[in-house]
């Protein structure tokens, strides 16, 4: 778990996982996005046996070289 003070995107590229955002889990899965706010506490898990990939989209205060 963490947060840090920029929003940002994810793209699920691959798999299902969990997001787990305001203390609770919600469902991913290949095809869907998230929108995690800045400043708040956010972790991706993988649920399953299989692959589970995604993209981060982040703003330039975000990124990180």
Known sequence: ???H???HINFMVEGRGELL???TYQAVNAGS???V???MEHQFRNNSHHVF???CIVP???HKV
Request: no cysteine; proline share 14%; charged share 25%.
């Open 1 to 3: 778990k963490h947060s």
């Open 53 to 55: 990939k995604f993209i």
């Open 37 to 39: 706010p800045g400043n």
């Open 33 to 35: 996005y998230a929108f």
């Open 5 to 7: 003070p920029w929003p």
């Open 60 to 62: 330039k205060e975000g």
């Open 21 to 23: 955002m305001d203390g």
